[in-house]
């Protein structure tokens, strides 16, 4: 599903790699968390699964797709295969529940009749059916990060990647949004999670792998955080 | 289903950036009115050259008794250098085209109706007024041809050359014309480049929702149509406006006031409405160009 050979990526402006050599492979429907301090290069990681940015060496492959040589307007389709969740939530302020997460169906064609199925079914996948006409300044960070998960998943992507998605929650909310995640991985969704949440990956015991100044320094199934103490 | 996204997303947009729609809406405006303005003076020029070198002679007035001319010092005209002018005037074919006399008879009828209620009248008597030749070119443009070679010919008391009255009036209007298309240039200019700044500020302001919707896996295509049909929409609305002040103006400050008491021709609404697909068109097809190019700068897809 998601394959690295030997990536490196170096920003323009900045002299030291944020990722260096690394080889990573995801199979279809696993659920890896990606450790790391600030800086690791966790994010870019995520960044470059997407082509949010290119790599400047290696391959990348995902959902079939070898990146580097993917043109420009076929980039959308690879994105729809991909669900996206960020740690300040993005939910557009001046929509409601339910429209932010029809908003992610509408602008991909979905007719309303689609959209009036999957987008109840989704909030309550999610644990927020009866909010749907709430606006996201009236919902707790949890919830608001519930809200961004459905519009992730509404569309049934394939893979599902979260950049720190509980960073802004309080532990107790965060293991909820964890296991909803896993909950969603159980259905056949690969999860892919960028953390430095400690208490959740020693908790959840699935396959961690490490980065440490742009290398990967760890790849274990059923791993803890730590790996030196 | 995916249209009635596309109006709400224009119509949110519109809403939120409705001061700077309003001012694409207006500079395209005045950008039609300077550019109709353009077009429709040089039609003007066109038409009233038209008119005019059909009518324009040079006019040999002929000698008479009362001339004070120097070439006149002789007497008036004798029949034998009237029959001299007349052949050299046929030689000349093909610049000469016609050849009109006016004897004293016809110029003292002419006078009389130009002066009917003038007090001068009565003390002017036919033998007063100079017959004329009346000579009309294939090509006006060569009015010195004859102006050379009758100026000073025995029994021509002058040789007068209504170009010359005309070539100020033409001059000015070319001058006019210019300074109009000079005006358009700059307001074209003004409306790209503030067409370019509404997009940019309503890509701005429209971030999440386009970050949203590449994330997610929407087109360019989808991605991009909403801004540029907020720009269609303004500029088609105001190259509408500026087409109708153009006719209004062309109407009821023409047609209906100067056409009426000046005999000449003058542009019409018909005139306005042929230049009408070369403005809305040309301007829909500008504000397109560079809203896409600015989208291209400066809304990631």
Redesign the interface.
């Known amino acids: 599903m998601i394959r690295f050979e030997n990536v490196s990526k170096t920003y323009p402006r900045s002299s030291r790699p944020a990722l260096r050599n690394v080889s990573l492979e995801v199979e279809r429907g696993e659920f890896v968390f990606v450790v790391g301090q600030s800086g690791s290069g966790k994010s870019t990681l995520l960044r470059l699964v997407?082509r949010e940015e290119r790599a400047t060496g290696g391959q990348v492959l995902v959902a079939g797709r070898e990146l580097a040589h993917l043109p420009?307007?076929k980039v959308?389709?690879?994105?729809?295969?991909?669900g996206?969740v960020f740690q300040d939530f993005?939910l557009?302020?001046n929509k409601t529940v339910y429209q932010n997460v029809a908003?992610?169906l509408?602008?991909?064609?979905?007719?309303?009749h689609q959209i009036r199925q999957t987008v109840p079914e989704t909030l309550e996948m999610v644990g927020l059916d009866g909010k749907e006409k709430r606006l996201p300044h009236e919902l707790s960070g949890g919830e608001q990060q519930r809200v961004a998960i459905a519009?992730a998943f509404v569309?049934k992507p394939a893979i599902l990647l979260c950049d720190e998605p509980t960073g802004n929650l309080d532990p107790t909310i965060s293991l909820d949004i964890v296991q909803l995640l896993d909950r969603i991985h159980r259905g056949g969704t690969t999860v892919v999670m960028a953390t430095h949440d400690v208490d959740i990956v020693d908790q959840l015991r699935k396959r961690v792998v490490e980065l440490k100044d742009g290398e990967m320094v760890r790849d274990e199934s059923r791993g803890v955080y730590g790996s030196v103490r | 289903?995916?249209l009635q996204?596309i109006l709400s997303e224009i119509w949110t947009g519109v809403r939120r950036n409705l001061s700077m729609t309003v001012s694409v809406t207006l500079v395209t405006m005045v950008s039609v009115l300077f550019i109709g303005f353009g077009l429709l003076a040089q039609r003007q020029v066109d038409t009233m050259k038209d008119y005019w070198y059909d009518r324009v002679q040079v006019s040999i007035f002929l000698c008479t008794a009362k001339s004070n001319q120097p070439n006149c010092a002789a007497g008036p005209v004798t029949a034998a250098q009237r029959q001299q002018i007349s052949t050299q005037l046929d030689s000349m074919k093909p610049l000469v085209k016609g050849v009109f006399t006016e004897t004293q008879a016809q110029a003292y009828s002419r006078f009389k109706h130009q002066f009917k209620d003038s007090p001068v009248l009565d003390d002017i008597k036919p033998a007063d007024l100079p017959e004329s030749f009346r000579v009309q070119l294939s090509d006006p443009t060569k009015y010195a041809v004859i102006t050379s070679s009758f100026t000073g010919a025995p029994g021509v008391g002058e040789v007068q050359d209504q170009q010359r009255i005309l070539d100020p009036l033409f001059t000015w209007l070319n001058k006019f014309t210019i300074g109009t298309w000079v005006m358009a240039a700059l307001m074209v200019v003004c409306s790209v480049l503030l067409v370019a700044t509404t997009i940019r500020q309503t890509a701005f302001s429209r971030r999440?929702?386009t970050?949203?919707?590449?994330?997610?896996?929407?087109?360019?295509f989808?991605?991009q149509l909403p801004f540029i049909l907020e720009t269609l929409i303004a500029t088609l609305l105001g190259a509408g406006l500026g087409f109708g002040a153009l006719w209004a103006a062309i109407r009821f400050g023409i047609t209906e006031n100067v056409a009426r008491s000046i005999p000449i021709t003058f542009i019409t609404t018909h005139d306005v409405v042929s230049i009408a697909p070369v403005l809305v068109g040309g301007g829909a097809v500008v504000a397109m160009a560079t809203a896409w190019l600015t989208l291209r700068r400066y809304l990631r897809?």
């Open positions: 997407l420009g307007r959308p389709a690879l994105r729809r295969e991909i996206t993005r557009l302020p908003f992610a509408q602008v991909l064609g979905r007719s309303r519009r569309n | 289903m995916r996204f999440r929702e970050g949203i919707m590449r994330l997610v896996g929407a087109s360019a989808v991605i897809v």
